[in-house]
């Protein structure tokens, strides 16, 4: 029997990351969450929850894949480069 693949916060579009992404580490999946804003310009009061915790054996249900970062050329050619 062959156990389900592990995921990784990493990877989820619900896990922000410091300093550029979230004052604070962790998921931003509202359910997830101990303290959430629906204001823009509130943003930085919001608590994440723990994505250590939620996570820890790697079975996370709610994981959603980010997608992939096309290559440098395609990104060039976006831009008109
Ligand atoms: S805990 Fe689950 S939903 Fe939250 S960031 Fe990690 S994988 Fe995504």
Known sequence: MSSPPKVACQNCVHFRSRPYEAKFEGCYLEKNMPSKQKL?????QQLPGNHVKINLRGDCPDHSARAKKPS???????IGA
């Open 72 to 78: 440098l050329w395609r990104r060039l050619l976006a």
């Open 40 to 44: 823009l310009c509130l943003d930085e």
